[in-house]
C-alpha cells in the first residue's frame, strides 16, 4: 500500500514521524495552513502549519488535562469561556458538567467546519444547546466584552507563531478582568523540555496577576517531548486542595489522583523562589 | 554539512527520528547490536537492537525514577542489587546513598566497555570502592546467588526480545528470594501506550508475589510515548506513604513532590480491581 511519510520536527535535528494512509485535506485559511491525514497508528491527525495539533488517538490527554483540574476545582462553574479550540475537544469536555453556558471563541472558522467533518469524536457538541460558537479573535475578543464567566480555558497553539499573543501578559491582564470572583483560568503552556526559559519568564508575571498561578503538567505523546505544560490561574481557588466536585465518568486520564499528582513539579521545573 | 539520519518506530507507521552529526560505533556483541550516534539535540544516543536506550540529554528522567522511588522508600538500604543497567547511569544514581555495596549483573561485558568509553557522564561510577560489577546473566545470576539484598533494581530493555525473561513471573519469583525482610524491586515495565495488555497481565501476578505490587509513572522524551511505567514491589514498604529519608539534592527530575505523584495512575492504567 501506498504510504504518505510527514515529519514533525521537535529541534532542529529531531522529531516524530508518521506514516499516513491518505491525505484528507490540505488548505491555507487565512490565519494557518491545515492538514488532515489519515494514519494508522494515530487516527486522524490535524497539522496547522506543519505542527500536530490533535490525534484522534492521544488528544483525551491533552483536552481532559486542560479542563478537568480547573472544573473540578470551581465549586460551581456555571459560564465557561474557551478561547481558541475550535477542534472541539475541550468543548466536548466542558459540556460534561451541568454549566449553565459555554461560548467558545476560535478565530479561525476552518477549523471548525472541517472539525465538525473530519473529527466527529472531538467535535461533538457544536451543536449543543449549552454552546455557543464566536468566529472571532480571542484576543480582541476579551479585551471588549462585558461578559464575565467562571472558568476560562486557554486552548491555542504554541507560544511561537499567530498565538503568541496568547502567552503574553497584556492577554492575561484582559483575561483576567472577565473572570467573576472565584474564577479559574487554565491554559495549556507549552513543552517544558522546549520552552523552559519561557515558562520561567511566564512564571513571574502570572505571579504578580494572580495569587495562586501554578504550573501542572500531563503527558501528550504526539507532543514535543510527550510532556506537556499547563498553567491554573485564580485569586481564590488553590488547585492543590484537589477536586471539589464530583470527577466526571468515563474519563481516559484524569482523575482525583492525578489531579495531585500533575501538580507535582519536577527539579527542573519547580519555582525556586519559594523554597 | 553531511547528517546521518536515524528512527526508531514506536508503532509500525510511527515513530521518533534523529539527524546525527555522526556514527560513533556501530557493532555486533554476541547479545545485540550496538550503536552510538553523536546528535546536535540529544547529544550521544545509545541504541541497543535498534531501540533507543539513552540519550545523554534525556536520560536522567529515566535514571532518577528507576532509582529514588524505591532507595527513598527503604528505610536504611545497605546492599543494593542492579540486574542490567551496562550504561551506569543506575549505579551513578544509587552511589547518591551512604550504601554499604552495590552489585551490577549485566551480561554483555561490551555495553560497560563502550559506555565508559563514550557516555562519560553516565558511568561514573564503575570504579567507585563500593561497586562490584559481575558480568553474567542476570536471570541466571538471581536464581543461583546466597547474596541478598534490601533494594533490587531491574534496569532491562523492553519485555520484548533478549529481555523478555527479566518481565516474566518465573524472574520476579527468584527475585524475591534474593531480598531481605524489608528489601524493595523496581523495575521499569515498558510504555504504558503500547504494552497496556501486558502490564495487566502482568499487574495479575506481581499483586500475588508481592504485599505491594504498585505501577508508577514518569516522562521519558525519547522512550515510545514519552510515558514509561515502571513497577515497585516490596512486602513491607508502602512507597505512597513517601520518601522515608531525605532526598539526594541536585537531582533534575525526582523530588518528594514528583514522588507522590508518580504513583497516581490514569483512568487508562488504573487496577479495576481495586475500586
Excluded at 9 to 29: C, D, M, Q
Excluded at 219 to 244: A, H, N
Amino acid at each position: 500500500m501506498k504510504t504518505i511519510e510527514f515529519r514533525e520536527f521537535h529541534t532542529p535535528a529531531s522529531g516524530i514521524f508518521f506514516r499516513a494512509k491518505r491525505l484528507l485535506l490540505s488548505e491555507k485559511t487565512p490565519f494557518q495552513k491545515m492538514e488532515i491525514y489519515e494514519t494508522a497508528s494515530h487516527g486522524r491527525v490535524l497539522l496547522l502549519d506543519g505542527l500536530v495539533q490533535t490525534t484522534e488517538k492521544d488528544e483525551f490527554f491533552y483536552h481532559e488535562m486542560l479542563v478537568h483540574p480547573a472544573m473540578t476545582s470551581h465549586p460551581r462553574p456555571r459560564d465557561v469561556l474557551i478561547i481558541g479550540g475550535g477542534d472541539g475537544g475541550a468543548l466536548r469536555e466542558v459540556l460534561r458538567y451541568p454549566i449553565r453556558s459555554s461560548l467558545l471563541v476560535e478565530i479561525d472558522a476552518r477549523v471548525i467546519e472541517v472539525c465538525r467533518k473530519y473529527f466527529p469524536g472531538l467535535a461533538t457538541s457544536f451543536g449543543n444547546k449549552r454552546a455557543e460558537i464566536l468566529v472571532d479573535d480571542g484576543s480582541r475578543f476579551i479585551r471588549e466584552t462585558d461578559l464575565r464567566f467562571d472558568v476560562v480555558l486557554v486552548d491555542s497553539s504554541d507560544p511561537v507563531g499567530p498565538s503568541a499573543v496568547l502567552h503574553q501578559k497584556a492577554f492575561y491582564v484582559a483575561l483576567k478582568r472577565c473572570l467573576r470572583p472565584g474564577g479559574i483560568i487554565a491554559a495549556q503552556a507549552g513543552a517544558p523540555l522546549f520552552h523552559l526559559e519561557h515558562l520561567r519568564k511566564k512564571r513571574l508575571f502570572l505571579k504578580m496577576l494572580f495569587s495562586f498561578a501554578l504550573y501542572y503538567l500531563g503527558p501528550v505523546p504526539t507532543y514535543p517531548g510527550g510532556l506537556w505544560c499547563y498553567v491554573f490561574l485564580s485569586d481564590q481557588v488553590d488547585p492543590r486542595k484537589g477536586p471539589r466536585k464530583n470527577v466526571p465518568r468515563k474519563l481516559k486520564y484524569y482523575n482525583a489522583d492525578v489531579h495531585h499528582g500533575a501538580f507535582a513539579l519536577p527539579e527542573f521545573l519547580k519555582d525556586r523562589r519559594r523554597r
